[in-house]
Each structure stands twice: as structure tokens, then as C-alpha cells.
């Protein structure tokens, strides 16, 4: 019950009270909500409008105005950290992680401190180093253990660790002394220090500082490859890669090949969701002509999908010569007895289709052989996907 926050003697808010339930905006909002001397019975009321009933098109004018109101960098309740809402929406960041670094910014993050403010009889020390409280500061930037990953942070515009500040007082400095970057470091980071707090709490793992800040730095990378891509494909009016339909298995091949090196193959097998299958990065036993090494791409393909099972298969290469080959049934040249091996190995399939893609667009298959060529070493993943490649994946999987 509302009522029970408000003091029917004074006429005012219980502010204590108020502190202990509620997170400190929170507090900041429903103090500012003014309360009638005559104390009516607590009801809900819309405050979109003036007639204090909601309305879809009353609820949309209200978002608008608050919308329109960041855009101009003043919020309703003159809040100096406004700049700072408005900067966290336009980090290249993963939306869930922007939307972490806000919470974080508000006190919302469930650290055991917040938790404790509302509910008595809890432990509120830190789980990792279980010495201090648990406050958002400590756990995301403060804490001992935490040392060794921020250590890594050689960039890092201010002194971060030198001073006990609160979260969003550190974002905000960064925000004014450092550049996007750093601020989307500060919040990847400590977006994957608060994911690992999380493992130490509900399922006792924990990982070490240079994990956590790897695991920052890739999130970071990777999305700013998946957006390289979708803008540059965006451009192009072409179709890029698309996934096959519903119970065929598509086949993206390449080939790559080294002078005086082993060549390389690439493969990846995808369903109609544009998952993968089975990945392979495969160092052939010689050094092959670039067109004989298309066709063994091919080959080794259409084995890993005959492997696995899969009846009906759509190739895609970016080898114009391998693919007419293949559909002119050719035996010249010297692909033409990969090729025959190839047509024969396609019988076992109850439909099979052979079709050209762009360089562009094969972008996943040819890195894989372009890191066969470049490691010298096999790699296969099953049900899995290769993580350096994940925002190419992703990037295809927006054509689902
Ligand atoms: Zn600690």
C-alpha cells in the first residue's frame, strides 16, 4: 500500500522508509511526487494526460516528449547525468549491454547492497573478495580481485582506481575526458566483470582477469565487425548470402592457396535459420593450382555433408570455372577428376544444386580456408561456431 509510505500526521513522505524499499532514482522519483493535504484513498491515475485516463495515444505524445527532451540534452528533472543517457544509446555496443550500463548508471543492478536496501537479513559482502560491501562501485570497478583486469586497461583516460566514486560519477568523467571508445570499453568491461560475479554467485566459477577482460574485448570487436559488414551490405544492391529453405543444408566452399605452401580449404554447412552445422578449416596434403583447390573445396563439402547424413544440399563457391564444370558434368583441365569424383559423390543425394556467390558474400567459407592457408593446422567444429567468425555469421543470418 502507497499509504503506508506517506505520514498522515505531517502530511509528507516517509522518507526513510522510502530509502529502504526503493533504489535511490526510484526514491528521487517518488519524492517528487506531491501528496494531497487531504489524503485520498490510494488509486492509480495516468498521468499522460489530463483527464488522468490511459490512452495508447496519450502513452505515445508522453514517450515522444521524454524522447525529445534527451535529444535536447535536458530531462525533466534538470538531471545532470542526461548527456550521459543519450551517449550510452549511441555506443556500438550490444543492446543488452547499453542497457546494463544504464542500470548500472541508475543503482538498478541487483547487487547485494541494493538488495539489502530493500529486504533485511541478507548478506551484503562481496562475493568475490568477501571483505567489502557490495556496492555497484565496488563490484564493478573497486574490488581487489578486480585489479588485474583493469591493470590491462592501458588506454584508459583518468586514474580510474585512484578514488572511491560512484559508478556513474566514473562514466560521466570518462564520458567528458575520453573518447566513445573508452566509454564503451568501461561498459564492456564491466558488463563482463558483472557477468562473472554472476557465475561466482549461482554457479561457483569463476574466471580469471584475463578471461574477463578478453571476453570484453571480443564483445567488442565482433560488434563492430557484424555493423562493417551489414553497412557495407547495405550499400550493395546484390543479394548477399541467403539461407537455403526449410530441410536443405547449405554449403558455402573455398579454396586458398600459397605459393611453395600447403593450400587451404574452407567449408561451412548451414541450415535454413543460417545455423551452423559443421565448420571446417582444412590444410590439404599439397600445394594445388587455384582451380584444383576450388574443386577439392567442393569435394570436401560434399564428403562432410554425405558425413553427416544430410539428403538434400545446395553448394555455393565463388568459383565460376569449378561451378560451370560441375554443371557441365567437365572432365578437362586438371580439376576435371576432382570434378568427376565430385559427380559421382553427388549421387548419393536425393537433390543436389550447384550455384556461384560473389567473393563477398562467401566471406565465411573463405576465411576458413584463408586461416588453413595461414595456420598450417585443421580445425572442425560440430554444432559450434568458430567464435572469430561469429560476426560474419551473424551478418548472414540478418539475409534469414
Ligand atoms: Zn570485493
Known amino acids: ?23 535511490p532514482f526510484e526514491v528521487d522519483i517518488i519524492l517528487k511526487i506531491p501528496l494531497s493535504y487531504t489524503l485520498p484513498e490510494d488509486k492509480i491515475i495516468w498521468v499522460g494526460c489530463k483527464r488522468g485516463i490511459f490512452s495508447v495515444k496519450s502513452a505515445y505524445y508522453r514517450a515522444l516528449k521524454v524522447v525529445e527532451k534527451v535529444e535536447v540534452g535536458e530531462s525533466s528533472f534538470g538531471d545532470y547525468r542526461t548527456p550521459l543517457w543519450k551517449k550510452i544509446w549511441q555506443l556500438k555496443l550490444p543492446a543488452k ?10 543503482e538498478g543492478l541487483p547487487t547485494k547492497l ?7 537479513n541478507i548478506e551484503i559482502k562481496c562475493p568475490l ?5 557490495e556496492s555497484t562501485s565496488h563490484v564493478l570497478l573497486y574490488c581487489t580481485k578486480l585489479w588485474h583486469v583493469w591493470w590491462s586497461w592501458n588506454t584508459c583516460p583518468i586514474n580510474l582506481l585512484a578514488e572511491n566514486k560512484e559508478f556513474v560519477d566514473v562514466a560521466l568523467l570518462i564520458m567528458y ?5 573508452d566509454l564503451e570499453t568501461l561498459f564492456a568491461t564491466t558488463w563482463s566483470i558483472w557477468y562473472n560475479r554472476n557465475r561466482v554467485v549461482h554457479e561457483s566459477q569463476c574466471e580469471t582477469p584475463a578471461q574477463v577482460w578478453g571476453f570484453a574485448q571480443r564483445i ?14 547495405k550499400q550493395s544492391p ?14 558455402n566452399v573455398d579454396g586458398a592457396t600459397r605459393m611453395g605452401g600447403l593450400s587451404g580449404v574452407g567449408v561451412v554447412i548451414r541450415d535454413c535459420r543460417g545455423l551452423v552445422l559443421v565448420a571446417e578449416s582444412k590444410v590439404m596434403a599439397g600445394s594445388y593450382e587455384a582451380g584444383v583447390t576450388e574443386a577439392l573445396a567442393v569435394e570436401e563439402g560434399v564428403l562432410l555433408a554425405r558425413e553427416r547424413g544430410l539428403h538434400q544440399i545446395i553448394i555455393e563457391s565463388d568459383s565460376l570455372k569449378v561451378v560451370q564444370a560441375i554443371r557441365s558434368r567437365s572432365s578437362h583441365g586438371e580439376a576435371g577428376t576432382v570434378v568427376q569424383g565430385v559427380l559421382v559423390l553427388l549421387e548419393s543425394f536425393s537433390s543436389w544444386k550447384v550455384q556461384h556467390l560473389k567473393r563477398d558474400y562467401n566471406i565465411v567459407a573463405h576465411e576458413l ?21 561469429q560476426h560474419l555469421l551473424l551478418a548472414d543470418r540478418a539475409n534469414c
Open 1 to 23: 500500500m502507497v499509504s503506508s509510505l506517506i505520514d498522515v500526521d505531517t502530511r509528507h513522505w516517509k522518507v526513510d522508509k522510502i530509502r529502504r524499499y526503493f533504489l
Open 97 to 106: 549491454i547499453r542497457i546494463f550500463a544504464w542500470r548500472a548508471c541508475m
Open 114 to 120: 541494493n538488495l539489502g536496501r530493500r529486504w533485511m
Open 129 to 133: 573478495c568477501e571483505r567489502e560491501l
Open 177 to 181: 575526458t575520453g573518447s566513445p571508445k
Open 220 to 233: 567488442q570487436g565482433d560488434y563492430k565487425g557484424a555493423i562493417t559488414v551489414c553497412q557495407l551490405r
Open 238 to 251: 546484390e543479394v548477399g548470402w541467403a539461407a537455403p529453405p526449410l530441410e536443405v543444408y547449405k554449403i
Open 369 to 389: 580456408a584463408q586461416m588453413a592457408k595461414g595456420s598450417a593446422k585443421s580445425q572442425t567444429w560440430e554444432d559450434a561456431e568458430p567464435t572469430m567468425l
